[in-house]
C-alpha cells in the first residue's frame, strides 16, 4: 500500500510517499525560516498561504523523485493537529480534495505520533517497547512507548517547551530567528562554568519539566552583567549560551535517564527538532551506554516537521490494524490534540 502523506501544522510544508512494504520512496520539505526571520518567528496568515504556494509542487516533485503517479497511490494522509489551525486546515483540505478527486481513502494523523515514530525510519530502527523523549518547539514529553498506538504519558512540561526555552534565550541574546540552532552555534565559543544557571525541576520526583523560568534567569544574567561591565561583549553572549544550552540539556537528559531506568527498559528515543542538538545527542548516548542502554535518534533531515513522518505514521497504524482508512474524504483539524487521545 503507498501512501501520500502532508504535513503542514506550523512553518514547514512536508510531502512524503511511503510504501508499507517498502518504507520511505521520497520526501521533499520547504521551510519558511527565511520568510519568518523578519518578524522574529512564525506569523499564522503568512504559514497559511505559503503552504498553499508550496504544497503542490512539492507533491509533483515526490511523486516525480518515487517514479510514481497519482494513479499509483492507495491512501492520502494528512496532519489533522495539533498546530496551527489555518496552517493545519490548508494541509487537511488538499489532501483530502485530492483523495476525493481520485477516489482515494484518507488518514488523519496526528503530528506527535508522526514524530513519536520517525525514529523507525532510521537504521537501525528501535524495536518495542522504548522510552521516547520527544522534544520539539511547543512539546517536551517523556512516554512509554509499548507498540504502535500503545503510548503512556510519564511527564510532560508545565509552561514552556524545551525548544520555546532555546528561542526565547537566544532572542534576549539578540540572535535571529530560529533562536535555537543559532544559540548552539554560539554556545561552541562560551565557557560553560562561567555562569550558572538554574535546572528548573529537576529534582521534582517526577518526569514533568517547566522551562519558563530559565529566559528569566537569562534575562537576570544579562542584566547583571551590563549593570556591572556597562556592556555586554560577543563573549559574555556565549559564554551565556553555553550556560544556556546546558541547563536545558542537564534536564532533558537526567529525566530522561531516569524515565528509562524506572521503566526498566534498555531503548531511549528521541524525536523532534530539539533531537537534532548535537549537546543532546553526545549527552544521552554517553550516559545511556553507562547503563547497558541504547539511544536511537531519526534520521537528521527528519528530525523538524516533515511528510515522511506522517505517512510512516499513518501506514503503521494501518499495518498493525490500529487505524482504517476513511472513504468519505471528509475532514476536520484539531489544533489542541493530547497524543494519549489515539492511543488504544
Known sequence: MKILGYESSCDETGVAVVCTEQGLLAHGLHSQIAMHRAYGGVVPELASRDHIRRVLPLTEQVLTEAGLSLDDIDAVAYTAGPGLNGALLVGASFACSLAWAKGLPTLPV????????SPLLAEPAPEFPFVALLVSGGHTQIMQVDGVGQYTLLGETLDDAAGEAFDKSAKLLGLAYPGGPALSKLAEKGDVTRIQLPRPMLYSGDFDFSFSGLKTAVLTALRK????????????????????????????????????????????????????????????????????????FPPIDLCTDNGAMIAFAAAMRVKHGIQTVDHNASFKVQPRWDLEAVAI
Not at 110 to 115: D, F, T
Open 225 to 296: 552583567m551590563e549593570k556591572e561591565q556597562n556592556t555586554i561583549t560577543d563573549q559574555d553572549r556565549a559564554d551565556l549560551a553555553a550556560a544556556t544550552q546546558t541547563a536545558i540539556v542537564d534536564v532533558l537528559a537526567i529525566k530522561s535517564l531516569k524515565a528509562l531506568k524506572q521503566s526498566g527498559l534498555k531503548r531511549l528515543v528521541v524525536a523532534g527538532g530539539v533531537g537534532a542538538n548535537c549537546l543532546l545527542r553526545t549527552h544521552l548516548v554517553t550516559e545511556a551506554s553507562k547503563m547497558g542502554a541504547t539511544v536511537y
Open 110 to 117: 496526528h503530528h506527535l505520533e508522526g514524530h513519536l515514530l
